[in-house]
């Protein structure tokens, strides 16, 4: 009896712990993650104790086979070998970690394609930065703090989610507004969480953690907090969360794993593949960030050391806050939304020399497809870009709080920057190709209008338009019998301001050709 106890006690206790770290999904998922991705770690001093204890190994055999004779040359030429094999593993293993790293760039860009295509047109929207500041304002009465703020493509709408004061709370509120480029309308939606049924939260404690109540319905499935946004299903909150697997052994990656919903007013966690029906991005933005970056790995291993391929998002201040994986929609229609990024060469260059796509949903658990377009002529850097909107249009840009916020794409060879403050925008300027040549350079009312160009392309759209307001002005002129132009009084406001401009930037040129 007591020897049967001696022997079950323990496989009991297996079996014990083994049920229990499968009670506990969330906790078994976390470690899992991390064990895999110390794996390629683990590498280096396996290889160091491999071939380190490969001579000692070699010794006690032969020691088995002859006997108990041995020399003493014997044990130091072990000693020899085994110093050998540890500064020969430690060399192969730091070599591994590197190439490791290479693999792993390889491995995020195998759907990678570089077309010289245009950029699809893309729809202006909003500064995520304006839209982060008005988010605030809008929240009324409720105590809060912001946890999320991500723009919805599908409904053109910034959402917020509001996490609740306290350590064993979930969220609070979800807002959904409207931030117009144009016009002042300020639609928003307010959803409140049942605090008592729906108390989880991402980064929760204990059983209020939100992590912990998807791996109870999916193991081995994780997230990014950054990914995940809130949406109003009429008076209900339902908070998406994108999520991700790991893939490979030696070389570790993650995959689309498809999403998760929790609903605000009941606290249940749904699972599912299908995201047709979810009201804004699917696809992991940290996902997509991680596939640009493995655009350096374009080449071989020695132009991935010495980064002489591939590209990186563009870094020269000027989109400080939000440089890449912009969110934007798609012009034709479709409905179809896209991660957009501008791209500089790796190095000291700070022109955009490619613009990469990736779209916001993809069906399958496989990578979404990577895009990158090569730009002809290239672009300058969106900090150069800036300067020139100061110089050109300094009587709009930029007084009190107004400054130049996101120089996004917006498709073929055309960038947007949007002017105003965070709670007001005012102005966009739009532009072709480098700033220094004769393509046009527009300034626009937030809703689209032309307001003038500092360089209108001969036969654009932006002259054209020019062009036919010349001519009317002209025909209003004669239908009038024609204007004094002495007589200041008889001026419109419109055709006043227009002569201070003019008289302003020939002064200019005179100061400039001095």
């Given at each position: 009896?007591?020897?049967?106890?001696?022997?079950?006690?323990?496989?009991?206790?297996?079996?014990?712990?083994?049920?229990?770290?499968?009670?506990?999904?969330?906790?078994?998922?976390?470690?899992?993650?991390?064990?895999?991705?110390?794996?390629?770690?683990?590498?280096?001093?396996?290889?160091?104790?491999?071939?380190?204890?490969?001579?000692?190994?070699?010794?006690?055999?032969?020691?088995?086979?002859?006997?108990?004779?041995?020399?003493?040359?014997?044990?130091?030429?072990?000693?020899?070998?085994?110093?050998?094999?540890?500064?020969?593993?430690?060399?192969?293993?730091?070599?591994?970690?590197?190439?490791?790293?290479?693999?792993?760039?390889?491995?995020?860009?195998?759907?990678?394609?570089?077309?010289?295509?245009?950029?699809?047109?893309?729809?202006?929207?909003?500064?995520?930065?304006?839209?982060?500041?008005?988010?605030?304002?809008?929240l009324g009465d409720v105590t809060g703090e912001i946890t999320d703020v991500s723009y919805l493509p599908d409904s053109d709408?910034?959402?917020?989610?509001?996490?609740?004061?306290?350590?064993?709370?979930?969220?609070?509120?979800?807002?959904?507004?409207?931030?117009?480029?144009?016009?002042?309308?300020?639609?928003?939606?307010?959803?409140?969480?049942?605090?008592?049924?729906?108390?989880?939260?991402?980064?929760?404690?204990?059983?209020?953690?939100?992590?912990?109540?998807?791996?109870?319905?999916?193991?081995?499935?994780?997230?990014?907090?950054?990914?995940?946004?809130?949406?109003?299903?009429?008076?209900?909150?339902?908070?998406?969360?994108?999520?991700?697997?790991?893939?490979?052994?030696?070389?570790?990656?993650?995959?689309?794993?498809?999403?998760?919903?929790?609903?605000?007013?009941?606290?249940?966690?749904?699972?599912?593949?299908?995201?047709?029906?979810?009201?804004?991005?699917?696809?992991?933005?940290?996902?997509?960030?991680?596939?640009?970056?493995?655009?350096?790995?374009?080449?071989?291993?020695?132009?991935?050391?010495?980064?002489?391929?591939?590209?990186?998002?563009?870094?020269?201040?000027?989109?400080?806050?939000?440089?890449?994986?912009f969110t934007l929609r798609y012009r034709d229609g479709s409905g179809r939304s896209a991660y957009v990024t501008p791209l500089?060469?790796?190095?000291?260059?700070?022109?955009?020399?490619?613009?990469?796509?990736?779209?916001?949903?993809?069906?399958?658990?496989?990578?979404?497809?990577?895009?990158?377009?090569?730009?002809?002529?290239?672009?300058?850097?969106?900090?150069?870009?800036?300067?020139?909107?100061?110089?050109?249009?300094?009587?709009?840009?930029?007084?009190?709080?107004?400054?130049?916020?996101?120089?996004?794409?917006?498709?073929?060879?055309?960038?947007?920057?949007?002017?105003?403050?965070?709670?007001?925008?005012?102005?966009?300027?739009?532009?072709?190709?480098?700033?220094?040549?004769?393509?046009?350079?527009?300034?626009?009312?937030?809703?689209?209008?032309?307001?003038?160009?500092?360089?209108?392309?001969?036969?654009?759209?932006?002259?054209?338009?020019?062009?036919?307001?010349?001519?009317?002005?002209?025909?209003?002129?004669?239908?009038?019998?024609?204007?004094?132009?002495?007589?200041?009084?008889?001026?419109?406001?419109?055709?006043?301001?227009?002569?201070?401009?003019?008289?302003?930037?020939?002064?200019?040129?005179?100061?400039?050709?001095?």
């Open positions: 009896m007591r020897r049967a106890l001696r022997t079950g006690t323990p496989i009991f206790l297996l079996i014990l712990l083994g049920a229990v770290g499968w009670y506990a999904s969330y906790a078994t998922t976390v470690l899992v993650w991390e064990l895999r991705k110390l794996v390629p770690w683990l590498v280096a001093p396996a290889l160091l104790a491999l071939l380190a204890g490969a001579p000692a190994l070699v010794r006690l055999l032969t020691h088995r086979l002859r006997g108990r004779t041995t020399t003493s040359e014997l044990t130091r030429g072990t000693i020899v070998l085994g110093w050998l094999g540890a500064a020969v593993g430690l060399a192969l293993g730091a070599c591994w970690l590197v190439y490791g790293e290479y693999l792993q760039d390889r491995a995020y860009g195998t759907t990678m394609r570089v077309v010289s295509d245009p950029v699809p047109e893309l729809a202006a929207r909003a500064p995520y930065l304006v839209g982060e500041a008005q988010a605030a304002p809008n709408r910034f959402s917020v989610l509001v996490e609740r004061r306290g350590w064993l709370a979930g969220y609070e509120v979800g807002l959904m507004q409207e931030v117009p480029l144009g016009g002042n309308s300020r639609a928003q939606q307010r959803c409140q969480f049942d605090v008592s049924a729906a108390d989880a939260r991402i980064g929760g404690w204990f059983s209020h953690n939100l992590g912990r109540k998807i791996s109870a319905e999916r193991r081995w499935a994780r997230f990014s907090a950054d990914d995940a946004y809130v949406y109003c299903e009429g008076d209900n909150p339902i908070v998406v969360v994108p999520l991700k697997r790991q893939t490979g052994i030696l070389v570790v990656t993650e995959r689309p794993a498809g999403v998760a919903r929790y609903d605000g007013r009941t606290g249940k966690v749904t699972i599912t593949d299908d995201t047709t029906k979810v009201p804004g991005p699917s696809y992991p933005i940290s996902l997509a960030a991680r596939q640009r970056e493995g655009t350096t790995a374009v080449g071989g291993f020695a132009d991935w050391w010495f980064e002489r391929s591939g590209w990186d998002a563009s870094e020269d201040g000027a989109n400080e806050g939000n440089e890449s994986e500089t060469p790796q190095g000291e260059a700070s022109s955009v020399v490619a613009v990469s796509t990736v779209p916001t949903r993809h069906a399958g658990r496989g990578l979404a497809p990577l895009t990158v377009h090569r730009l002809s002529p290239t672009w300058s850097s969106p900090q150069a870009i800036v300067a020139l909107i100061k110089a050109e249009y300094r009587d709009v840009c930029c007084w009190n709080d107004d400054q130049v916020f996101e120089v996004a794409p917006t498709g073929g060879s055309t960038w947007t920057a949007t002017l105003g403050s965070e709670q007001s925008i005012r102005y966009r300027v739009e532009g072709r190709g480098q700033i220094n040549g004769r393509e046009a350079t527009c300034l626009k009312s937030a809703d689209g209008t032309l307001v003038r160009c500092a360089y209108a392309a001969p036969g654009s759209p932006e002259e054209q338009e020019l062009q036919r307001r010349e001519q009317q002005k002209q025909r209003e002129q004669a239908a009038d019998g024609g204007t004094d132009p002495g007589d200041l009084t008889k001026y419109t406001d419109e055709r006043l301001a227009e002569l201070h401009r003019r008289v302003a930037e020939e002064v200019d040129r005179r100061l400039k050709e001095r």
